[in-house]
């Protein structure tokens, strides 16, 4: 790995620039209309470097990253399979590139048979009657999802529902979503094989709730056992199910969230539809709904009359929660998921959830039988499951973390450390269904050699990563001195 | 199949270590009668040649209008390293840089983005992205809720000139929260926010006060009347700007005596394609009192344990994964491949290059306003400065117009009917440095032809 990278602006020679790809100058009469009291004083100060010194700089910062490209990156929860070029390559086509999104549909006509096939394709796979694509991430789609339940039950005239429940080991989000939506949140606790604690569940709803939010298996990466039961309690007090789609992988083909009760889902696109996590975005999180909240969907929708395509917006749905984006969300993801589940068919969805879960098993098992601890060893993985270190932090003072930064060193992305919350010491860990199983077999040769290292030589552990641009970094330092952007040093 | 590299053997193998018979004992825990059997409604399976078949089909269905629209999302020059570097596997296929030693690429682009995003809008400190410019703008109301201590009600002014779609993701996105919108009206003869609108708030509990520069009718507003305004009565100022715009135009940080408070927009025309709306990125910058307000990511530069420097995630304690219900937001990413995108177009344009793009723009929209002016029955609607983009009034409907113009393979424009009646027959029209004189005659050559054409009909 290259060492490190100055920054770009290091670079600026004052009248240098890549001009080539400039417009020639414009008649300054041109801007004689434009008043000098709104005009900006100095040019902005961006770089001032040549093209290929800026194409050198930003291809050695790519090569200080780990990708799914370059390295297994088993971060749980997030679903890190190989992206196909294909899909980037035919979502990249210049007439999908140059459309407008305010374009008329008769000039989109392909595009939005692709959004509507999507949307047809995520409700089979989800059993769900309505989708919508607009929502452009994970988190955006939760927003979506519990904003209809809020609004379904209003437009019922049951304005105290205000509760959202969510178990204890949830993702961030669902409580922060719930906030936004402007709900209280309720945490319930879960039993000791990974359950939810349905006596807790039946002693927290009542007239106030307005939903659960689950995700299945959960991020414990167990399945559900008690799916219905929950969904029964549940839809008795009057709330509504959310299913939080972030380990869909695990089932994809194998169960669907609208036949275990669920009344609205948000589907991660760039989890278990393949689209690229570029460096934290952007993702896609369509969210799909049974018959009693399409009415909510937010804006816009693709309808087929016909032969034709056609948007759907507020005139079509009176009811919707309204629109999450100046225009059609994330609609080059959208192209790039859809062209994912045309390349894998029913067939090849159904080997997804398969291969996920098989890939996620084979891990524990070796894991296991190299010595690691599991937190419910009694337990099926979904396609991700959680090593516990607690007793290496006890025995060597060797914790998660540095396990984690230590597989840096051994080539591997590490997994997500220290979630959930509730189980100390963690790696959560989800492999995918892409890696093979040398990989896999390897990745266990590094945990085994790490471990061999935690006890004989624990400071090279607990002091890497060795072999990176940097070691590690002063966190506390990057939030009480702030260094958020570069100023040139004082002469 | 599905990109699975299991051989049988492989999976004989793994079976066994797992200590089950089948792959299918893996789903024991799932209720038997919640299976399925089938996806059907999902159609098999195509390879890649088929599935590039089709694609290309579709797009070219599509076609390649000669398209005068903007409204929000502009066609700019993107110069061929900018996609080429992007969609690099190291950039694509990474994510959030959790592993801050194995992500320094992805970490200092972004820091560089911070910082170039900063100078561009001349405020002090700028996040890593939101999803748009509209979701943006509705996180910028949530955030100077928070940051205004001193008001209570929760009242943001918008001027009807701010993106009608951005202001309708304002109410989608914050009034569950209790955030009150309130509408300032437009002088309909300008097509600007007058100030003297602002006088009925007088003493009142308002929040904030957002801006558009330019608006969405493409006029520039008073913005240092407006932002001198709100500042002196302790109202925050959320500015909502083009970054191309930003080049010629005062940035946000310098509006009025003492700048705006929070800035954000759409990055969209920094080197990002117009794909039909998505994916964009909205920035967001801000004062750096307000920096603990601001929500997403944010990246810092910090030092290692052995000295050296390097960037991390920072103040993470704002974010839903620590905070939790507590949090700023429950946004969890950002834009990231459209960010990387905005950097390295940012690079290579420069000053120079980003003044040129700004001018272009401008010097061929006042063409085509000009050309356009000259057929019969077509008028400028608002006198006073514009900046690459301007309403023209028709003396007939819009919609017939536009239709005419799009059956000999032109887009028009937007028409505003739909979004402001009061103005009549109104057309929003734009034009950018990737227009030629050309296509501006041949625009102005067939409007001429569809206004006879819509006045024999």
Same mark, same amino acid.
């Given at each position: 790995?290259?060492?490190?990278?100055?920054?770009?602006?290091?670079?600026?020679?004052?009248?240098?620039?890549?001009?080539?790809?400039?417009?020639?100058?414009?008649?300054?009469?041109?801007?004689?209309?434009?008043?000098? +009291?709104?005009?900006?004083?100095?040019?902005?100060?961006?770089?001032?470097?040549?093209?290929?010194? +800026?194409?050198?700089?930003?291809?050695?910062?790519?090569?200080?990253?780990?990708?799914?490209?370059?390295?297994?990156?088993?971060?749980?929860?997030?679903?890190? $399979?190989?992206?196909?070029?294909?899909?980037?390559?035919?979502?990249?086509?210049?007439?999908?590139?140059?459309?407008? #999104?305010?374009?008329?549909?008769?000039?989109?006509?392909?595009?939005?048979?692709?959004?509507?096939?999507?949307?047809?394709?995520?409700?089979?796979?989800?059993?769900?009657?309505?989708?919508?694509?607009?929502?452009?991430?994970?988190?955006?789609?939760?927003?979506?999802?519990?904003?209809?339940?809020?609004?379904?039950?209003?437009?019922?005239?049951?304005? $105290?529902?205000?509760?959202?429940?969510?178990?204890?080991?949830?993702?961030?989000?669902? #409580?922060?979503?719930?906030?936004?939506?402007?709900?209280?949140?309720?945490?319930?606790?879960?039993?000791?094989?990974?359950?939810?604690?349905?006596?807790?569940?039946?002693?927290?709803?009542?007239?106030?709730?307005?939903?659960?939010?689950?995700?299945?298996?959960?991020?414990?990466?167990?399945?559900?056992?008690?799916?219905?039961?929950?969904?029964?309690?549940?839809?008795?007090?009057?709330?509504?199910?959310?299913?939080?789609?972030?380990?869909?992988?695990?089932?994809?083909?194998?169960?669907?969230?609208?036949?275990?009760?669920?009344?609205?889902? /948000?589907?991660?696109?760039?989890?278990?539809?393949?689209?690229? /996590?570029?460096?934290?975005?952007?993702?896609?999180?369509?969210?799909?709904?049974? +018959?009693?909240?399409?009415?909510?969907?937010?804006?816009?929708?693709?309808?087929?009359?016909?032969?034709?395509?056609?948007?759907?917006?507020?005139?079509?749905?009176?009811?919707?929660?309204?629109?999450?984006?100046?225009?059609?969300?994330?609609?080059?993801?959208?192209?790039?998921?859809?062209?994912?589940?045309?390349?894998?068919?029913?067939?090849?969805?159904?080997?997804?959830?398969?291969?996920?879960?098989?890939?996620?098993?084979?891990?524990?098992?070796?894991?296991?039988?190299?010595?690691?601890?599991?937190?419910?060893?009694?337990?099926?993985?979904? /396609?991700?499951?959680?090593?516990?270190?607690?007793?290496?932090?006890?025995?060597?003072?060797?914790?998660?973390?540095?396990?984690?930064?230590?597989?840096?060193?051994?080539?591997?992305?590490?997994?997500?450390?220290?979630?959930?919350?509730?189980? #100390?010491?963690?790696?959560?860990?989800? #492999?995918?269904?892409?890696?093979?199983?040398?990989?896999?077999?390897?990745?266990?040769?590094?945990?085994?050699?790490?471990?061999?290292?935690?006890?004989?030589?624990?400071?090279?552990?607990?002091?890497?990563?060795?072999?990176?641009?940097?070691?590690?970094?002063?966190?506390?330092? +990057?939030?009480?001195?702030?260094?958020?952007?570069?100023?040139?040093?004082?002469? | 199949?599905?990109?699975?590299?299991?051989?049988?053997?492989?999976?004989?193998?793994?079976?066994?270590?797992?200590?089950?018979?089948?792959?299918?004992?893996?789903?024991?825990?799932?209720?038997?009668?919640?299976?399925?059997?089938?996806?059907?409604?999902?159609?098999?399976?195509?390879?890649?040649?088929?599935?590039?078949?089709?694609?290309?089909?579709?797009?070219?269905?599509?076609?390649?209008?000669?398209?005068?629209?903007?409204?929000?999302?502009?066609?700019?020059?993107?110069?061929?390293?900018?996609?080429?570097?992007?969609?690099?596997?190291?950039?694509?296929?990474? =994510?959030?840089?959790?592993?801050?030693?194995?992500?320094?690429?992805?970490?200092?682009?972004?820091?560089?983005?911070?910082?170039?995003?900063?100078?561009?809008?001349?405020?002090?400190?700028?996040?890593?992205?939101?999803?748009?410019?509209?979701?943006?703008?509705?996180?910028?109301?949530?955030?100077?809720?928070?940051?205004?201590?001193?008001?209570?009600?929760?009242?943001?002014?918008?001027?009807?000139?701010?993106?009608?779609?951005?202001?309708?993701?304002?109410?989608?996105?914050?009034?569950?929260?209790?955030?009150?919108?309130?509408?300032?009206? =437009?002088?309909?003869?300008?097509?600007?926010?007058?100030?003297?609108?602002?006088?009925?708030?007088?003493?009142?509990?308002?929040?904030? %006060?957002?801006?558009?520069?330019?608006?969405?009718?493409?006029?520039?507003?008073?913005?240092?009347?407006?932002?001198?305004?709100?500042?002196?009565?302790?109202? %925050?100022?959320?500015?909502?700007?083009?970054?191309?715009?930003?080049?010629?135009?005062?940035?946000?940080?310098?509006?009025?005596?003492?700048?705006?408070?929070?800035?954000?927009?759409?990055?969209?025309?920094?080197?990002?394609?117009?794909?039909?709306?998505?994916?964009?990125?909205?920035?967001?910058?801000?004062?750096?009192?307000?920096?603990?307000?601001?929500?997403?990511?944010?990246?810092?530069?910090?030092?290692?344990?052995?000295?050296?420097?390097?960037?991390?995630?920072?103040?993470?304690?704002?974010?839903?994964?620590?905070?939790?219900?507590?949090?700023?937001?429950?946004?969890?990413?950002?834009?990231?491949?459209?960010?990387?995108?905005?950097?390295?177009?940012?690079?290579?344009?420069?000053?120079?290059?980003?003044?040129?793009?700004?001018?272009?723009?401008?010097?061929?929209?006042?063409?085509?306003?000009?050309?356009?002016?000259?057929?019969?029955?077509?008028?400028?609607?608002?006198?006073?400065?514009?900046?690459?983009?301007?309403?023209?009034? %028709?003396?007939?409907?819009?919609?017939?117009?536009?239709?005419?113009?799009?059956?000999?393979?032109?887009?028009?424009?937007?028409?505003?009917?739909?979004?402001?009646?009061?103005?009549?027959?109104?057309?929003?029209?734009?034009?950018?440095?990737?227009?030629?004189?050309?296509?501006?005659?041949? =625009?102005?050559?067939?409007?001429?032809?569809?206004?006879?054409?819509?006045?024999?009909?």
């Amino acid at each position: 790995m290259p060492q490190r990278e100055q920054l770009i602006f290091e670079y600026s020679r004052a009248g240098r620039g890549a001009s080539d790809q400039w417009p020639h100058e414009a008649d300054p009469a041109a801007l004689a209309d434009l008043p000098a +009291a709104l005009r900006r004083a100095a040019p902005p100060q961006l770089p001032e470097v040549g093209e290929l010194e +800026a194409v050198r700089h930003f291809t050695r910062l790519s090569q200080l990253n780990f990708s799914i490209d370059t390295h297994f990156y088993p971060l749980g929860s997030c679903t890190m $399979k190989y992206n196909p070029k294909a899909c980037n390559q035919y979502a990249m086509l210049p007439e999908f590139l140059a459309r407008h #999104p305010l374009a008329p549909e008769s000039s989109g006509q392909g595009l939005l048979a692709c959004l509507y096939e999507l949307q047809e394709m995520l409700k089979a796979v989800s059993g769900m009657e309505g989708v919508a694509l607009s929502p452009m991430a994970g988190a955006h789609g939760e927003f979506a999802g519990v904003a209809m339940i809020r609004a379904y039950h209003r437009a019922r005239g049951d304005l $105290k529902r205000n509760e959202i429940i969510v178990p204890e080991a949830a993702h961030g989000t669902n #409580p922060a979503t719930a906030t936004m939506c402007g709900c209280v949140v309720r945490e319930i606790p879960i039993e000791p094989e990974g359950d939810v604690d349905v006596a807790a569940l039946e002693a927290a709803v009542g007239p106030n709730t307005a939903g659960i939010m689950l995700t299945n298996p959960s991020t414990l990466g167990l399945f559900e056992r008690r799916i219905e039961e929950v969904a029964r309690i549940v839809h008795e007090a009057g709330g509504l199910l959310y299913y939080d789609g972030a380990n869909l992988n695990a089932i994809l083909g194998k169960v669907r969230p609208g036949d275990m009760g669920f009344d609205v889902i /948000h589907m991660n696109l760039h989890k278990t539809f393949s689209t690229p /996590h570029g460096g934290g975005g952007p993702g896609a999180g369509a969210v799909g709904v049974g +018959a009693r909240l399409v009415p909510f969907l937010p804006v816009p929708l693709v309808g087929r009359e016909g032969e034709r395509y056609r948007w759907l917006t507020e005139a079509d749905l009176p009811q919707s929660i309204g629109r999450l984006s100046a225009f059609m969300g994330n609609t080059g993801v959208l192209l790039r998921a859809y062209i994912y589940m045309r390349l894998l068919g029913r067939e090849g969805m159904q080997s997804v959830g398969e291969y996920a879960t098989l890939n996620a098993n084979y891990l524990m098992a070796r894991l296991r039988a190299a010595g690691f601890d599991v937190p419910y060893p009694r337990r099926r993985a979904g /396609h991700e499951f959680i090593v516990t270190l607690k007793r290496q932090a006890r025995e060597l003072n060797v914790t998660a973390m540095d396990f984690a930064k230590r597989l840096l060193d051994y080539g591997f992305h590490a997994p997500t450390t220290y979630f959930p919350l509730l189980v #100390p010491e963690c790696l959560l860990i989800e #492999p995918t269904e892409t890696e093979s199983k040398d990989v896999l077999d390897a990745f266990v040769s590094a945990m085994s050699q790490i471990q061999k290292e935690a006890e004989q030589e624990p400071a090279r552990v607990t002091t890497a990563p060795h072999t990176m641009p940097v070691r590690r970094l002063d966190d506390v330092r +990057a939030a009480r001195q702030l260094d958020l952007t570069w100023k040139p040093t004082p002469p | 199949m599905a990109f699975i590299p299991h051989t049988q053997a492989d999976v004989a193998a793994m079976v066994d270590a797992i200590g089950v018979a089948r792959i299918e004992d893996l789903f024991d825990e799932i209720p038997q009668g919640l299976r399925i059997k089938s996806l059907a409604g999902v159609p098999t399976a195509l390879n890649e040649m088929e599935i590039g078949r089709l694609m290309g089909a579709r797009a070219r269905a599509d076609g390649a209008p000669l398209s005068f629209i903007g409204a929000g999302a502009y066609e700019h020059h993107i110069p061929a390293a900018v996609w080429g570097i992007t969609t690099r596997g190291e950039f694509y296929s990474a =994510y959030t840089p959790y592993q801050a030693e194995a992500s320094q690429g992805t970490l200092q682009m972004i820091y560089e983005f911070q910082t170039m995003i900063a100078r561009l809008t001349g405020m002090e400190v700028a996040n890593a992205s939101m999803y748009d410019g509209a979701s943006a703008t509705a996180e910028a109301a949530l955030m100077a809720v928070r940051a205004n201590r001193k008001s209570k009600a929760a009242r943001i002014l918008v001027p009807a000139t701010v993106h009608p779609h951005y202001r309708r993701v304002a109410v989608t996105t914050a009034s569950n929260q209790g955030l009150k919108f309130e509408e300032l009206p =437009y002088c309909t003869a300008e097509g600007i926010t007058p100030s003297a609108s602002l006088a009925r708030y007088e003493g009142q509990d308002i929040t904030a %006060l957002m801006v558009q520069q330019p608006n969405f009718f493409g006029r520039l507003e008073d913005v240092d009347a407006l932002t001198d305004w709100a500042r002196a009565r302790a109202i %925050l100022v959320i500015a909502i700007v083009n970054p191309t715009s930003l080049a010629l135009l005062k940035p946000p940080g310098e509006w009025g005596a003492r700048g705006a408070d929070i800035a954000v927009g759409e990055g969209q025309p920094l080197g990002v394609p117009l794909s039909s709306g998505g994916p964009y990125l909205g920035f967001m910058t801000a004062r750096m009192e307000h920096v603990r307000q601001l929500p997403g990511r944010i990246v810092g530069r910090t030092l290692d344990v052995a000295g050296r420097e390097g960037f991390t995630l920072t103040l993470q304690a704002r974010e839903q994964h620590i905070r939790r219900a507590k949090a700023t937001s429950n946004i969890c990413t950002n834009q990231g491949l459209a960010v990387t995108a905005a950097t390295i177009y940012m690079s290579l344009m420069g000053p120079q290059g980003l003044t040129r793009t700004a001018a272009a723009a401008h010097a061929r929209t006042r063409e085509l306003i000009a050309a356009l002016t000259r057929v019969p029955g077509v008028r400028l609607a608002f006198p006073g400065p514009y900046f690459h983009e301007a309403v023209l009034t %028709l003396d007939r409907p819009v919609a017939p117009v536009l239709k005419s113009l799009s059956n000999r393979g032109i887009l028009g424009g937007l028409d505003l009917s739909g979004y402001f009646p009061e103005l009549g027959n109104a057309l929003l029209v734009c034009a950018t440095e990737t227009k030629t004189a050309a296509d501006v005659e041949r =625009y102005r050559a067939q409007l001429t032809e569809a206004m006879q054409a819509a006045r024999a009909a």
